[in-house]
């Protein structure tokens, strides 16, 4: 029993050197590894007991929020924070609304299926990641659906892409999100929107622009300053469709016309938590502040020159979510979606001839105004389509 003890106390305060001189005596190595194994769990279940208590929320219902980004990719982590305002809009308190990142729900999910009554509501994360690009973000949605089958789910506007028109995963994602009685998937455009309606029968589908457009400056706490140069701001991973050349060549056409080009991307340079995501995204938008043109084959790159009244030319990336979510805000004049280096070239001319830009969100009020009747606090659960 003094052993117990001992082993509870070093867990629950987590000194480990108390562990290292309780285990540097002649100890049998299976004793050795049963105690390191005690102690694990112990710890385990200190973590726990504080995740749990950071969501309990005793009186009426509560907004989860699952499957929030802690990695450096900042658009998500914008998605994250409008969504958080956006549901707090809807009549949620702050008290109401509790975020469960990827990693929580893997580490707890046993916790979270006896937390989680079934009058709470569950959001999934807006994106860009339905379909079978990104594996991990779509099985976390297939989860939640398996994990929940009574409770409201509602997926923020997602784009959805099959690479190679996969029919084995896209038989998979028929067969999870037309099992739920209860889900409301939102489209973040046109094309994902008929996508949906084509594969799934059973859950609500609605169209909306990207959360973040949600927003204003003020919300993301962003003052104007005064702009100089051009910003290049690109992507490297799989989503790349824009050659290397194409961006050295702008460049040039930049610096030919007085201009300093600079190059940044949509990652955080320093872990993001979530003390601190609020400031690295503030940090990224007030880039945009700065300059006088933004180019980008980023859609939050584009976003966030459309928030920040940044003139921007954005490319496309290897579907359609970019081109789609331009749709949106066509009418925004200092905003362009080229195809090719040329329409960019004479895009360059013309923007940086702009001045005074400021981000008209009234056009997007109807489909935010249809989102929020969804999200409200007093939306009754509906089945299927009803």
């Not at 699952?66 to 308190?93: H, M, V």
Request: hydrophobic residues 40%; neutral net charge.
């Amino acid at each position: 029993m003094q052993l117990i003890r001992l082993v509870k106390h070093i867990a629950l305060s987590g000194n480990g050197f108390i562990l290292h001189k309780a285990m540097s005596g002649r100890i049998d190595v299976a004793l050795r590894a049963k105690l390191t194994s005690l102690v694990h769990v112990c710890r385990k279940m200190k973590e726990s007991c504080l995740f749990g208590k950071n969501l309990l929320h005793l009186h009426g219902k509560t907004a989860f929020i699952i499957g929030s980004p802690l990695y450096s990719n900042l658009g998500d982590s914008a998605i994250f924070i409008a969504e958080k305002q956006f549901i707090k809009s809807c009549g949620w308190s702050s008290k109401q609304i509790k975020e469960v990142s990827y990693d929580e729900f893997y580490a707890h999910r046993q916790l979270l299926k006896w937390m989680i009554k079934p009058d709470d509501i569950i959001f999934g994360m807006g994106g860009g990641n339905m379909g079978n690009q990104w594996p991990n973000e779509e099985e976390i949605r297939y989860d939640i659906i398996t994990d929940y089958p009574r409770n409201e789910i509602v997926v923020f506007p997602q784009t959805i892409h099959f690479i190679n028109d996969d029919q084995k995963a896209i038989k998979r994602s028929q067969d999870m999100y037309n099992r739920h009685q209860h889900l409301t998937l939102i489209a973040r455009e046109r094309k994902s929107f008929e996508i949906m309606k084509r594969l799934y029968d059973k859950p609500r589908i609605l169209l909306s622009p990207d959360i973040v457009f949600s927003m204003t400056m003020k919300q993301f706490e962003i003052e104007q300053k005064s702009r100089s140069g051009v910003l290049f701001v690109t992507r490297s991973d799989p989503e790349k469709l824009v050659d290397d050349s194409v961006w050295t060549y702008l460049e040039k056409v930049v610096e030919s016309n007085g201009r300093q080009a600079r190059k940044t991307d949509m990652y955080a340079d320093e872990s993001v938590t979530k003390e601190n995501r609020f400031d690295l995204v503030k940090r990224k938008m007030e880039e945009f502040c700065a300059v006088e043109l933004v180019i980008t084959d980023r859609l939050h790159g584009m976003v966030f020159s459309a928030l920040t009244g940044t003139p921007c030319i954005a490319f496309g990336n290897y579907n359609h979510k970019i081109e789609g979510t331009y749709d949106w805000i066509q009418y925004l004049p200092y905003v362009r979606y080229v195809l090719t280096k040329e329409e960019a070239i004479g895009a360059i001319m013309e923007l940086l001839e702009i001045q005074d830009c400021s981000f008209d969100a009234k056009p997007l009020e109807t489909p935010f105004d249809n989102l929020s009747e969804v999200i409200g606090l007093n939306t009754e659960k509906r089945i299927g389509n009803a």
